[in-house]
Protein backbone atom coordinates (compact mmCIF):
# COMPACT_ATOMS: atom_id res chain seq x y z
CA UNK A 1 0.00 0.00 0.00
CA UNK A 2 0.82 3.64 -0.37
CA UNK A 3 2.72 5.83 1.97
CA UNK A 4 2.95 9.70 1.31
CA UNK A 5 5.25 11.81 2.79
CA UNK A 6 4.33 15.47 2.52
CA UNK A 7 7.50 17.94 3.71
CA UNK A 8 5.45 21.53 4.36
CA UNK A 9 7.91 23.94 4.52
CA UNK A 10 6.30 27.46 6.46
CA UNK A 11 7.11 30.55 4.72
CA UNK A 12 9.36 29.36 1.89
CA UNK A 13 10.38 33.00 0.52
CA UNK A 14 10.96 34.28 4.51
CA UNK A 15 13.53 31.15 4.86
CA UNK A 16 15.27 31.50 1.45
CA UNK A 17 15.56 35.23 2.23
CA UNK A 18 17.10 34.09 5.78
CA UNK A 19 19.02 31.87 4.12
CA UNK A 20 20.95 34.55 2.12
CA UNK A 21 21.91 36.50 5.22
CA UNK A 22 23.77 35.89 7.90
CA UNK A 23 22.28 33.65 11.37
CA UNK A 24 23.03 36.09 13.64
CA UNK A 25 21.89 39.51 11.72
CA UNK A 26 19.30 37.17 10.40
CA UNK A 27 17.98 36.78 13.96
CA UNK A 28 18.29 40.10 15.16
CA UNK A 29 16.93 42.31 12.46
CA UNK A 30 12.87 42.75 11.52
CA UNK A 31 12.49 40.63 7.83
CA UNK A 32 9.63 40.64 5.88
CA UNK A 33 8.95 39.83 2.04
CA UNK A 34 7.12 42.42 0.20
CA UNK A 35 4.68 41.19 -3.06
CA UNK A 36 2.45 42.80 -5.32
CA UNK A 37 2.89 46.11 -7.36
CA UNK A 38 5.77 48.64 -6.30
CA UNK A 39 3.54 51.07 -5.67
CA UNK A 40 1.13 48.72 -3.58
CA UNK A 41 3.31 46.67 -2.07
CA UNK A 42 1.96 44.41 0.99
CA UNK A 43 4.01 42.06 3.35
CA UNK A 44 3.76 38.31 2.34
CA UNK A 45 5.71 37.21 5.20
CA UNK A 46 7.72 38.63 8.19
CA UNK A 47 10.09 36.80 10.94
CA UNK A 48 8.98 37.23 14.40
CA UNK A 49 10.75 40.40 15.16
CA UNK A 50 8.97 42.00 12.57
CA UNK A 51 5.77 40.75 14.17
CA UNK A 52 6.62 41.64 17.41
CA UNK A 53 6.64 45.28 16.17
CA UNK A 54 2.75 45.22 14.69
CA UNK A 55 3.63 43.85 11.48
CA UNK A 56 1.52 41.24 10.15
CA UNK A 57 0.81 39.28 6.41
CA UNK A 58 -1.22 41.47 4.52
CA UNK A 59 -0.29 44.57 5.87
CA UNK A 60 0.77 47.58 3.01
CA UNK A 61 4.53 47.39 2.91
CA UNK A 62 4.76 51.42 3.81
CA UNK A 63 2.67 50.81 6.90
CA UNK A 64 5.01 48.10 8.15
CA UNK A 65 7.69 50.29 7.51
CA UNK A 66 6.14 53.08 9.98
CA UNK A 67 5.73 50.03 12.60
CA UNK A 68 9.41 48.88 12.50
CA UNK A 69 11.95 51.71 10.97
CA UNK A 70 14.58 49.62 10.66
CA UNK A 71 12.48 46.55 8.78
CA UNK A 72 14.31 45.00 6.19
CA UNK A 73 12.43 44.36 2.61
CA UNK A 74 13.13 41.78 0.39
CA UNK A 75 11.25 41.17 -3.02
CA UNK A 76 9.06 38.09 -3.55
CA UNK A 77 10.93 36.01 -5.97
CA UNK A 78 9.18 33.16 -6.97
CA UNK A 79 11.43 32.00 -9.64
CA UNK A 80 13.84 31.72 -6.69
CA UNK A 81 11.34 29.90 -4.82
CA UNK A 82 11.00 27.23 -7.70
CA UNK A 83 14.04 26.82 -8.18
CA UNK A 84 14.69 25.87 -4.11
CA UNK A 85 11.98 23.21 -4.65
CA UNK A 86 13.77 21.50 -7.77
CA UNK A 87 16.66 21.59 -5.81
CA UNK A 88 15.41 19.88 -3.01
CA UNK A 89 13.86 17.45 -4.94
CA UNK A 90 16.91 16.29 -6.67
CA UNK A 91 17.97 15.71 -3.16
CA UNK A 92 15.52 13.95 -2.03
CA UNK A 93 15.78 11.73 -4.90
CA UNK A 94 17.41 9.54 -2.77
CA UNK A 95 14.76 8.84 -0.54
CA UNK A 96 12.35 7.83 -2.63
CA UNK A 97 11.60 7.65 -6.89
CA UNK A 98 8.07 9.31 -6.77
CA UNK A 99 8.80 12.86 -5.93
CA UNK A 100 6.18 15.55 -6.36
CA UNK A 101 6.95 19.51 -5.25
CA UNK A 102 4.15 21.37 -4.77
CA UNK A 103 3.95 25.37 -4.27
CA UNK A 104 0.50 27.26 -3.63
CA UNK A 105 -0.14 30.34 -1.74
CA UNK A 106 -1.59 28.29 0.94
CA UNK A 107 1.79 26.51 1.53
CA UNK A 108 5.27 24.87 -0.41
CA UNK A 109 6.78 21.38 -0.32
CA UNK A 110 7.50 18.20 -1.36
CA UNK A 111 5.23 14.56 -1.34
CA UNK A 112 7.57 11.67 -1.49
CA UNK A 113 6.02 8.33 -1.75
CA UNK A 114 8.17 5.83 0.87
CA UNK A 115 6.06 2.90 1.42
CA UNK A 116 8.41 1.13 -1.12
CA UNK A 117 11.55 2.10 0.26
CA UNK A 118 10.75 2.36 4.14
CA UNK A 119 12.16 -1.12 4.50
CA UNK A 120 15.61 -0.18 2.87
CA UNK A 121 15.99 3.13 5.17
CA UNK A 122 15.14 0.49 8.20
CA UNK A 123 11.49 1.49 8.65
CA UNK A 124 8.96 4.25 8.84
CA UNK A 125 10.55 6.47 11.40
CA UNK A 126 14.41 5.69 10.22
CA UNK A 127 13.32 7.09 7.31
CA UNK A 128 11.14 10.36 8.59
CA UNK A 129 14.57 11.07 10.72
CA UNK A 130 16.45 10.83 8.01
CA UNK A 131 14.76 13.30 6.34
CA UNK A 132 14.14 15.44 8.69
CA UNK A 133 17.62 15.79 9.62
CA UNK A 134 18.77 16.06 5.98
CA UNK A 135 16.11 19.04 5.40
CA UNK A 136 17.69 21.03 8.58
CA UNK A 137 21.66 20.38 7.67
CA UNK A 138 20.54 22.33 4.36
CA UNK A 139 19.07 24.94 6.65
CA UNK A 140 15.81 24.57 5.87
CA UNK A 141 12.99 24.22 8.69
CA UNK A 142 9.83 22.15 7.59
CA UNK A 143 6.65 19.86 9.68
CA UNK A 144 6.19 16.74 7.85
CA UNK A 145 3.46 14.09 8.00
CA UNK A 146 2.26 10.42 6.22
CA UNK A 147 -0.92 9.08 5.03
CA UNK A 148 -2.32 7.24 2.55
CA UNK A 149 -3.32 9.59 0.37
CA UNK A 150 -1.04 12.86 -0.38
CA UNK A 151 -3.93 15.06 -0.36
CA UNK A 152 -4.39 13.83 3.28
CA UNK A 153 -0.65 14.58 4.03
CA UNK A 154 -0.37 17.41 2.61
CA UNK A 155 -3.22 18.35 5.51
CA UNK A 156 -1.98 16.76 8.12
CA UNK A 157 1.50 18.30 7.34
CA UNK A 158 0.02 22.06 6.94
CA UNK A 159 -1.70 21.24 10.45
CA UNK A 160 0.94 20.07 12.47
CA UNK A 161 3.00 23.84 10.95
CA UNK A 162 0.05 25.24 12.48
CA UNK A 163 0.65 23.97 15.85
CA UNK A 164 -2.29 21.07 15.80
CA UNK A 165 -1.28 18.08 17.37
CA UNK A 166 -2.47 14.85 15.04
CA UNK A 167 -1.71 11.55 13.76
CA UNK A 168 -0.48 10.12 11.16
CA UNK A 169 -2.82 7.88 8.84
CA UNK A 170 -1.22 5.30 7.23
CA UNK A 171 -4.14 3.32 5.94
CA UNK A 172 -7.42 4.30 5.04
CA UNK A 173 -9.62 3.73 7.69
CA UNK A 174 -7.53 6.11 9.89
CA UNK A 175 -8.24 8.97 7.40
CA UNK A 176 -11.35 10.46 8.24
CA UNK A 177 -10.65 9.89 12.20
CA UNK A 178 -7.21 12.04 11.53
CA UNK A 179 -8.62 14.28 8.91
CA UNK A 180 -11.82 15.23 9.95
CA UNK A 181 -11.53 17.14 13.04
CA UNK A 182 -8.79 19.61 11.50
CA UNK A 183 -10.15 23.34 10.49
CA UNK A 184 -11.78 23.30 7.50
CA UNK A 185 -9.30 26.14 6.41
CA UNK A 186 -6.47 23.63 5.80
CA UNK A 187 -8.24 22.78 2.98
CA UNK A 188 -6.99 25.79 1.39
CA UNK A 189 -10.03 26.43 -0.58
CA UNK A 190 -10.58 29.69 -1.71
CA UNK A 191 -11.94 33.06 0.41
CA UNK A 192 -15.13 32.97 -0.55
CA UNK A 193 -16.13 29.64 0.21
CA UNK A 194 -14.26 29.38 3.33
CA UNK A 195 -16.28 32.31 4.84
CA UNK A 196 -19.77 30.95 3.78
CA UNK A 197 -19.27 27.37 5.25
CA UNK A 198 -18.10 29.34 8.68
CA UNK A 199 -21.23 31.50 8.30
CA UNK A 200 -22.86 28.39 8.11
CA UNK A 201 -21.61 27.32 11.31
CA UNK A 202 -19.28 24.91 10.09
CA UNK A 203 -15.43 24.73 11.32
CA UNK A 204 -13.89 21.25 10.93
CA UNK A 205 -13.69 18.88 7.54
CA UNK A 206 -15.57 15.92 9.51
CA UNK A 207 -18.86 18.43 9.70
CA UNK A 208 -18.26 18.88 5.51
CA UNK A 209 -17.85 15.72 5.02
CA UNK A 210 -21.63 15.25 6.50
CA UNK A 211 -23.25 17.44 4.54
CA UNK A 212 -25.55 15.72 1.59
CA UNK A 213 -23.63 15.56 -1.71
CA UNK A 214 -26.05 16.62 -3.92
CA UNK A 215 -26.83 19.79 -2.15
CA UNK A 216 -22.81 20.61 -1.54
CA UNK A 217 -22.16 20.13 -5.06
CA UNK A 218 -24.74 22.17 -6.27
CA UNK A 219 -23.48 25.34 -3.90
CA UNK A 220 -19.80 24.78 -3.96
CA UNK A 221 -19.01 22.94 -7.13
CA UNK A 222 -18.04 19.35 -8.15
CA UNK A 223 -14.82 20.08 -7.88
CA UNK A 224 -14.57 20.19 -3.99
CA UNK A 225 -16.21 17.22 -3.91
CA UNK A 226 -13.43 15.16 -5.99
CA UNK A 227 -11.07 16.94 -3.49
CA UNK A 228 -12.80 15.35 -0.51
CA UNK A 229 -13.21 12.07 -2.03
CA UNK A 230 -9.00 12.01 -3.02
CA UNK A 231 -8.47 13.35 0.58
CA UNK A 232 -10.28 10.35 1.94
CA UNK A 233 -9.00 7.77 -0.98
CA UNK A 234 -11.89 6.82 -2.30
CA UNK A 235 -10.96 7.86 -5.74
CA UNK A 236 -7.28 7.61 -7.50
CA UNK A 237 -5.43 10.99 -6.72
CA UNK A 238 -2.83 11.03 -9.74
CA UNK A 239 0.15 12.63 -8.86
CA UNK A 240 2.25 14.31 -12.08
CA UNK A 241 5.83 12.13 -11.40
CA UNK A 242 9.27 14.64 -10.70
CA UNK A 243 11.96 13.47 -13.20
CA UNK A 244 15.19 14.44 -12.34
CA UNK A 245 17.52 16.39 -14.26
CA UNK A 246 20.35 14.49 -16.23
CA UNK A 247 22.79 16.92 -14.68
CA UNK A 248 23.53 18.83 -11.70
CA UNK A 249 23.30 22.33 -10.80
CA UNK A 250 22.77 24.37 -7.81
CA UNK A 251 23.23 28.14 -6.66
CA UNK A 252 23.21 29.58 -3.35
CA UNK A 253 23.56 33.57 -2.62
CA UNK A 254 25.75 34.44 -0.23
CA UNK A 255 25.11 36.21 3.02
CA UNK A 256 27.67 38.81 2.17
CA UNK A 257 30.02 39.76 -0.47
CA UNK A 258 32.83 37.63 0.42
CA UNK A 259 36.47 37.62 -0.67
CA UNK A 260 37.97 35.25 1.94
CA UNK A 261 37.93 32.18 0.21
CA UNK A 262 37.41 30.19 3.89
CA UNK A 263 34.13 32.05 4.27
CA UNK A 264 32.87 30.19 1.04
CA UNK A 265 33.01 26.85 2.62
CA UNK A 266 29.68 27.02 4.87
CA UNK A 267 27.51 27.66 1.79
CA UNK A 268 29.38 25.42 -0.81
CA UNK A 269 28.91 22.67 2.65
CA UNK A 270 24.77 23.70 1.68
CA UNK A 271 25.68 22.41 -2.16
CA UNK A 272 27.48 19.49 -1.34
CA UNK A 273 24.59 17.98 0.32
CA UNK A 274 22.27 18.46 -2.58
CA UNK A 275 24.70 17.09 -5.07
CA UNK A 276 24.77 13.96 -2.40
CA UNK A 277 20.86 13.49 -2.25
CA UNK A 278 21.01 13.36 -6.32
CA UNK A 279 23.80 11.11 -6.86
CA UNK A 280 22.50 8.93 -4.32
CA UNK A 281 19.07 9.00 -6.50
CA UNK A 282 21.03 8.08 -9.72
CA UNK A 283 23.08 5.47 -8.07
CA UNK A 284 26.03 7.78 -9.13
CA UNK A 285 29.56 9.40 -8.08
CA UNK A 286 30.56 12.63 -8.91
CA UNK A 287 34.58 12.62 -11.17
CA UNK A 288 34.76 15.97 -11.79
CA UNK A 289 32.94 19.58 -10.39
CA UNK A 290 32.92 22.58 -11.13
CA UNK A 291 32.48 25.63 -8.55
CA UNK A 292 31.72 28.80 -9.57
CA UNK A 293 31.84 31.91 -7.65
CA UNK A 294 29.68 35.20 -9.21
CA UNK A 295 30.54 38.35 -8.41
CA UNK A 296 28.72 41.66 -8.41
CA UNK A 297 28.21 43.53 -11.76
CA UNK A 298 30.35 46.77 -12.17
CA UNK A 299 30.22 48.75 -15.01
CA UNK A 300 34.16 49.01 -15.39
CA UNK A 301 34.24 45.42 -15.62
CA UNK A 302 32.68 42.08 -17.34
CA UNK A 303 31.00 39.81 -14.69
CA UNK A 304 33.03 37.00 -15.06
CA UNK A 305 32.48 34.11 -12.45
CA UNK A 306 35.55 32.34 -10.93
CA UNK A 307 35.76 29.03 -11.80
CA UNK A 308 37.41 26.13 -9.24
CA UNK A 309 37.52 22.58 -11.18
CA UNK A 310 38.01 19.87 -8.84
CA UNK A 311 38.62 16.14 -10.64
CA UNK A 312 38.43 12.64 -8.78
CA UNK A 313 40.07 9.46 -9.49
CA UNK A 314 37.08 7.74 -8.10
CA UNK A 315 33.68 8.38 -7.84
CA UNK A 316 32.72 9.99 -5.13
CA UNK A 317 29.45 11.61 -3.26
CA UNK A 318 30.52 11.72 0.30
CA UNK A 319 29.77 15.36 1.45
CA UNK A 320 32.90 15.21 3.98
CA UNK A 321 34.97 14.09 1.09
CA UNK A 322 34.42 16.46 -1.11
CA UNK A 323 34.35 19.22 1.03
CA UNK A 324 37.75 18.37 2.16
CA UNK A 325 38.95 18.12 -1.31
CA UNK A 326 37.71 21.78 -2.06
CA UNK A 327 38.94 23.14 0.95
CA UNK A 328 42.48 21.87 -0.45
CA UNK A 329 41.76 23.04 -3.93
CA UNK A 330 40.54 26.38 -2.64
CA UNK A 331 43.74 27.10 -0.80
CA UNK A 332 45.09 27.94 -4.52
CA UNK A 333 42.27 29.84 -5.06
CA UNK A 334 42.40 34.09 -5.54
CA UNK A 335 39.35 35.89 -5.70
CA UNK A 336 39.75 38.97 -7.52
CA UNK A 337 36.73 40.20 -6.54
CA UNK A 338 33.74 39.98 -3.88
CA UNK A 339 32.10 36.70 -4.73
CA UNK A 340 28.13 37.53 -4.17
CA UNK A 341 26.52 34.02 -5.65
CA UNK A 342 28.07 29.94 -5.80
CA UNK A 343 27.10 27.71 -8.43
CA UNK A 344 27.74 24.02 -8.28
CA UNK A 345 28.29 22.14 -11.31
CA UNK A 346 28.63 18.28 -11.96
CA UNK A 347 30.36 18.20 -14.95
CA UNK A 348 31.43 14.02 -15.11
CA UNK A 349 30.21 11.44 -13.23
CA UNK A 350 29.83 7.60 -13.23
CA UNK A 351 28.29 4.58 -11.66
CA UNK A 352 28.89 4.22 -8.00
CA UNK A 353 30.96 1.24 -6.74
CA UNK A 354 30.91 0.55 -3.16
CA UNK A 355 33.84 0.03 -1.31
CA UNK A 356 34.18 -3.73 0.09
CA UNK A 357 34.90 -3.98 3.54
CA UNK A 358 37.60 -6.33 5.02
CA UNK A 359 35.79 -9.39 6.49
CA UNK A 360 38.36 -9.06 9.83
CA UNK A 361 38.61 -5.92 10.99
CA UNK A 362 41.94 -3.75 11.00
CA UNK A 363 44.42 -4.41 13.77
CA UNK A 364 44.26 -1.01 15.88
CA UNK A 365 47.83 0.12 15.74
CA UNK A 366 47.74 -0.52 11.34
CA UNK A 367 46.44 2.12 9.52
CA UNK A 368 45.67 1.84 5.66
CA UNK A 369 46.55 4.63 3.20
CA UNK A 370 43.92 4.57 0.45
CA UNK A 371 45.98 5.22 -2.78
CA UNK A 372 42.99 7.12 -4.64
CA UNK A 373 41.98 9.11 -1.96
CA UNK A 374 45.88 10.14 -1.57
CA UNK A 375 46.03 11.15 -5.27
CA UNK A 376 42.78 12.70 -4.88
CA UNK A 377 44.31 15.01 -2.26
CA UNK A 378 47.13 15.70 -3.88
CA UNK A 379 46.00 16.93 -7.34
CA UNK A 380 43.49 19.32 -4.85
CA UNK A 381 46.22 21.15 -3.03
CA UNK A 382 49.10 20.83 -6.51
CA UNK A 383 46.74 20.86 -9.57
CA UNK A 384 47.37 19.01 -12.62
CA UNK A 385 51.18 20.74 -12.79
CA UNK A 386 51.51 18.86 -10.27
CA UNK A 387 49.81 15.29 -10.02
CA UNK A 388 49.16 13.83 -13.22
CA UNK A 389 48.44 10.09 -15.47
CA UNK A 390 50.78 8.88 -17.90
CA UNK A 391 49.79 7.05 -21.14
CA UNK A 392 52.05 4.92 -23.08
CA UNK A 393 52.12 5.72 -26.35
CA UNK A 394 53.61 3.57 -29.67
CA UNK A 395 56.90 5.20 -29.94
CA UNK A 396 60.28 3.75 -29.93
CA UNK A 397 61.74 7.39 -28.85
CA UNK A 398 61.58 7.64 -25.06
CA UNK A 399 60.80 11.16 -25.00
CA UNK A 400 57.91 10.36 -27.39
CA UNK A 401 56.60 6.99 -25.91
CA UNK A 402 53.98 8.80 -23.28
CA UNK A 403 51.97 11.62 -22.87
CA UNK A 404 50.67 13.23 -20.13
CA UNK A 405 46.79 13.31 -18.99
CA UNK A 406 44.80 14.38 -16.61
CA UNK A 407 43.19 12.92 -13.40
CA UNK A 408 40.65 10.71 -14.15
CA UNK A 409 38.62 7.61 -12.23
CA UNK A 410 39.61 5.07 -15.56
CA UNK A 411 43.44 4.33 -15.64
CA UNK A 412 44.66 5.04 -19.66
CA UNK A 413 44.66 2.61 -21.85
CA UNK A 414 47.67 1.80 -23.28
CA UNK A 415 48.21 2.58 -27.22
CA UNK A 416 51.35 0.86 -27.68
CA UNK A 417 52.90 -2.35 -27.86
CA UNK A 418 54.61 -4.85 -24.74
CA UNK A 419 58.30 -2.53 -23.80
CA UNK A 420 61.08 -4.16 -25.36
CA UNK A 421 62.92 -6.67 -23.06
CA UNK A 422 65.21 -4.56 -21.90
CA UNK A 423 65.92 -2.12 -19.40
CA UNK A 424 63.84 1.32 -18.39
CA UNK A 425 64.47 4.02 -16.00
CA UNK A 426 61.92 5.20 -14.20
CA UNK A 427 62.94 8.65 -14.07
CA UNK A 428 63.79 10.68 -17.44
CA UNK A 429 65.14 13.71 -18.24
CA UNK A 430 63.09 16.32 -20.51
CA UNK A 431 65.42 17.44 -22.00
CA UNK A 432 68.69 14.84 -22.24
CA UNK A 433 71.12 16.65 -20.41
CA UNK A 434 74.63 16.64 -21.65
CA UNK A 435 77.72 14.97 -20.50
CA UNK A 436 81.30 15.65 -20.51
CA UNK A 437 83.86 13.24 -22.01
CA UNK A 438 87.24 12.43 -21.87
CA UNK A 439 89.16 10.33 -23.94
CA UNK A 440 91.80 8.35 -22.81
CA UNK A 441 95.72 9.06 -24.92
CA UNK A 442 96.31 6.13 -27.24
CA UNK A 443 99.88 4.80 -27.08
CA UNK A 444 102.00 5.94 -29.86
CA UNK A 445 101.96 2.28 -31.54
CA UNK A 446 98.26 2.18 -31.47
CA UNK A 447 96.00 3.41 -34.29
CA UNK A 448 93.39 6.57 -32.99
CA UNK A 449 90.01 5.29 -31.88
CA UNK A 450 87.19 7.30 -30.93
CA UNK A 451 86.92 5.90 -27.17
CA UNK A 452 85.85 9.24 -25.09
CA UNK A 453 84.51 8.27 -21.73
CA UNK A 454 81.31 10.20 -20.10
CA UNK A 455 81.82 11.56 -17.09
CA UNK A 456 79.29 12.33 -14.24
CA UNK A 457 79.98 12.06 -10.42
CA UNK A 458 83.38 10.75 -12.00
CA UNK A 459 84.15 8.22 -15.02
CA UNK A 460 81.31 6.31 -15.84
CA UNK A 461 81.17 2.23 -16.12
CA UNK A 462 78.91 0.94 -19.12
CA UNK A 463 76.84 -2.04 -17.98
CA UNK A 464 75.13 -2.94 -20.07
CA UNK A 465 74.63 -1.83 -24.10
CA UNK A 466 74.50 -0.80 -26.82
CA UNK A 467 70.67 -0.38 -27.56
CA UNK A 468 70.71 1.46 -30.75
CA UNK A 469 67.56 3.47 -31.59
CA UNK A 470 66.71 4.84 -34.99
CA UNK A 471 63.62 6.12 -35.09
CA UNK A 472 61.33 9.55 -35.81
CA UNK A 473 61.91 9.74 -39.76
CA UNK A 474 58.27 9.26 -40.58
CA UNK A 475 57.42 12.57 -38.40
CA UNK A 476 57.07 14.98 -41.49
CA UNK A 477 54.25 16.46 -40.08
CA UNK A 478 55.75 17.26 -36.20
CA UNK A 479 59.03 19.09 -37.23
CA UNK A 480 59.05 19.26 -33.05
CA UNK A 481 60.07 15.49 -32.53
CA UNK A 482 63.27 15.00 -34.21
CA UNK A 483 64.36 11.89 -35.64
CA UNK A 484 66.97 10.09 -33.57
CA UNK A 485 70.21 8.00 -33.95
CA UNK A 486 71.31 6.69 -30.28
CA UNK A 487 73.28 3.89 -28.62
CA UNK A 488 71.86 3.27 -25.07
CA UNK A 489 73.98 2.27 -22.45
CA UNK A 490 73.25 1.28 -18.90
CA UNK A 491 75.93 2.83 -16.66
CA UNK A 492 77.47 3.39 -12.98
CA UNK A 493 79.31 5.87 -11.45
CA UNK A 494 81.63 5.84 -8.41
CA UNK A 495 78.93 7.25 -6.53
CA UNK A 496 76.94 3.82 -7.22
CA UNK A 497 74.08 5.58 -8.93
CA UNK A 498 72.88 3.67 -12.02
CA UNK A 499 72.54 6.14 -15.23
CA UNK A 500 70.96 5.61 -18.39
CA UNK A 501 72.73 7.80 -20.91
CA UNK A 502 73.01 7.62 -24.88
CA UNK A 503 75.63 8.25 -27.54
CA UNK A 504 74.53 9.90 -30.82
CA UNK A 505 75.90 8.08 -33.94
CA UNK A 506 76.18 11.16 -36.04
CA UNK A 507 79.00 13.19 -35.49
CA UNK A 508 80.28 14.89 -32.78
CA UNK A 509 78.97 11.64 -31.15
CA UNK A 510 78.36 13.12 -27.76
CA UNK A 511 77.56 12.35 -24.91
CA UNK A 512 73.79 12.36 -23.21
CA UNK A 513 71.86 11.67 -19.41
CA UNK A 514 68.43 10.60 -20.31
CA UNK A 515 67.56 8.87 -17.10
CA UNK A 516 68.16 7.74 -13.77
CA UNK A 517 67.67 3.97 -12.13
CA UNK A 518 65.88 4.05 -8.57
Not at 121 to 144: K, P, S, Y
Not at 275 to 290: P, S
Not at 408 to 425: I, L, S
Not at 449 to 468: F, K, N, Q
Request: glycine share 6%; charged share 20%.
Amino acid sequence: MSTWFALHLPALPLQLAERALDPAFARSCALAIADGPVQRSKVAFCNSKANAAGVAAGMKLAAAQALARDLIAIERDVQKEQQALQDLACWAYQFSAQIVPFQSDADSGLLLETGASERLFGGHDALRRRIVEGLRRLGFRGADASAATPAAARVLARARADGCRTGDAKTLSQLRASVGRLPLQLLAWDEASTRTLLALGLHTIEEILALPRDAFARRFGARRLVELDRLLGTIADPQPPFLAPERFAARVELPADLIEVARLLPPLRHLLLLLEGFLRGKGMGATALQLRAHHSARRDCVNVPTPIDLALASPERDVARLLQLFTERMARVHLRQPAVELELRLERMDAWQARNASFLPPAPHVQGVDALQLAETLHARLGSEGVFQLQALGDHRPEYAYRVLPLTPDPPVAQAPAPPPTQRPMLLLTPPQPLHSCTPVPHAEEPAVDDSRPLYGGPLALLAGPERIEAGWWDLGYPQRATVHRDYFVARNPRGQTLWIFRELAAPRRWFLHGFFS
